[in-house]
């Protein structure tokens, strides 16, 4: 099978926050602007895959960051971006995780000074 992916995917368990951009509320839904956690289980400058406990829909916009630690000189470094909700995988049960792939429209890294 070819690989479709244009970025190197990096395999990082990171924890992740974000949130929807806009949405109209429903019964049980998450609010613009909630923050939500997350773990990644890979990485890419194209797309993040991660696991949470909120469902997502397609195609739904969420602020994210992230912190890598001790990525540059020994200081956390944040990236801060703007995604798309590519694919989401709801668990059957409501003790699963949901895995999410998203598609990174933007994203901006943050010097440790700058991020402190």
Known sequence: MMERRASQRYGLQLAISFCRVSKVKEENDLTTG??????????????I???TSQPLALNEVLDFSL???????????LVT?????????NSQTTSESTGVAILTEEYHILEPETAA
């Not at 971006?81 to 995988?89: I, M």
């Open 49 to 51: 895959y991660f696991t």
């Open 34 to 47: 909630e923050k939500v956690l997350g773990q990644t289980s890979n990485i890419s400058t194209g797309g």
């Open 67 to 77: 912190t890598f630690p001790g990525l540059a000189h020994g200081a956390k470094v």
């Open 81 to 89: 971006g703007r995604a798309r909700v590519l694919r989401s995988q």
